[in-house]
Nanobody, 122 residues
Framework: QVQLVESGGGWMQAGGSLRLSCATS????????MGWFRQAPGKEREFVAR????????YYADSVQGRCTISRDNAKKTVYLQMNSLKPEDTAVYYC???????????????WGQGTQVTVSS
């Protein structure tokens, strides 16, 4: 059974930092792109960042470019999203997901975690 489990969310004041983790199990995602998405109340799920398991070609949404870094630890089968200079508009449920194509479209991601809440106060 494939599992993606996010952790690391929480409450933070604007300007602070959080690191989200996505632990994978059940299969090897060595050929997959791992992505982070977020969904705020009343809004559609939006792309945040993605990376290959080799660590190549990290790609970011314009809204987080320069503030977020996606990385992975293959030994731990875990993907991370370091978020700095947090803003209130970063408040959302953050999801990790896996796909075998280079895409930012949520519907093209095959596996999803349950999400972790990030709340940023001003």
């Amino acid at each position: 059974q494939v599992q993606l489990v996010e952790s690391g969310g929480g409450w933070m004041q604007a300007g602070g930092s959080l690191r989200l983790s996505c632990a994978t199990s059940g299969r090897t995602f060595s050929s997959y792109y791992m992505g982070w998405f977020r969904q705020a109340p009343g809004k559609e799920r939006e792309f945040v960042a993605r990376i290959t398991w080799s660590g190549a070609n990290p790609y970011y949404a314009d809204s987080v470019q320069g503030r977020c870094t996606i990385s992975r630890d293959n030994a731990k089968k875990t993907v991370y999203l370091q978020m700095n200079s947090l803003k209130p508009e970063d408040t959302a449920v953050y999801y990790c997901a896996a796909t075998n194509i280079a895409t930012t479209t949520p519907t093209m991601y095959e596996y999803w975690g349950q999400g972790t809440q990030v709340t940023v106060s001003s």
